[in-house]
């Protein structure tokens, strides 16, 4: 993103203190050993390329059965791109995470490497770098740590 000065702008209540930080929000639920269900988090990401494509991606669902990502995208500005294209598979979980659960306590804890999905890099190459193959699926974005904790 920094060669094709492209900025990531986090979208309240998402918040970027040092790594982008999204809270936890109501609606997903998980198997209480973390191998199924979804975990939802609020806030978006804005990535901007100035004079070029802006991508919104909101509201992430993470699918812990599948390990993939999903968001609500919205590519703009109209005509030249498409506008809102529904949720999509975002970023996928590798499977290297190592996901861990504690009875007594009541967490789940994941930590791993976060892809880009196949929607995602077609998406930043439209936006970012028309005409060209810039960005892979498959290829690292970051590292995804949570804990949640049952209420």
Do not use: C
């Not at 599948?66 to 529904?86: C, H, M, N, Q, Y």
């Amino acid at each position: 993103m920094d060669s094709l000065f492209v900025s990531i702008n986090p979208i309240f209540p998402a918040e970027h203190p040092g790594a982008f930080s999204f809270p936890i929000v109501l609606n997903g639920s998980l198997a209480p050993d973390g191998s199924q269900g979804t975990l939802r988090t609020g806030g978006a990401l804005e990535f901007l390329q100035l004079g070029a494509g802006q991508v919104f991606q909101n509201e992430f669902w993470l699918d812990m059965g599948t390990r993939s990502d999903s968001a609500e995208a919205d590519v703009e500005p109209i005509p030249a791109f498409p506008g809102k294209l529904g949720r999509v598979g975002a970023y996928d979980l590798g499977p290297s995470a190592q996901i861990s659960s504690d009875p007594n306590t009541r967490t789940i804890t994941a930590t791993g490497p976060l892809t880009l999905s196949v929607s995602t890099a077609k998406t930043f190459d439209e936006a970012f770098s028309p005409g060209k193959a810039t960005f892979n699926a498959g290829e690292p974005l970051g590292t995804l740590s949570f804990a949640a904790v049952a209420q």
